[in-house]
């Protein structure tokens, strides 16, 4: 069980290495958050697993913290990305801005 559990620690350590490099080198906000949150959410679920096999009676507690963060890192990144679409965040030129004029009409529409 123990090297199991520095197995994943190393790796979730690898993970966030990984993580911060491609929040340094992605072109724009939303590649940012992209990168950062999937990197640092398989990062975080190996560190916790890694903590919960060294320490077996956290085991239990470790599985319901990595339930919680599957559920709300897609959730917290996805609000982060819709609030910089809103406030105006630049597109990389390589991307095409597939919601352009979308909100404009979803405004519009609520205000008849």
Do not use: C
Request: glycine fraction near 12%; charge should be positive; avoid cysteine.
């Amino acid at each position: 069980m123990k090297v199991i559990g520095d197995v994943l620690i190393i790796i979730g350590g690898i993970f966030y290495l990984l993580g911060g490099l491609g929040i340094f080198r992605m072109p724009d906000v939303f590649n940012r958050i992209q990168a950062g949150t999937k990197a640092t959410t398989l990062g975080a679920f190996s560190l916790i697993l890694g903590v919960g096999f060294l320490n077996p009676s956290w085991f239990l507690k470790s599985l319901i913290l990595v339930v919680f963060m599957t559920i709300t890192n897609p959730v917290g990144s996805s609000v982060l990305a819709r609030a910089s679409y809103l406030h105006g965040a630049k597109i990389a030129k390589l991307q095409k801005d597939d919601l352009k004029g979308l909100y404009e009409k979803e405004e519009m529409s609520q205000d008849d």
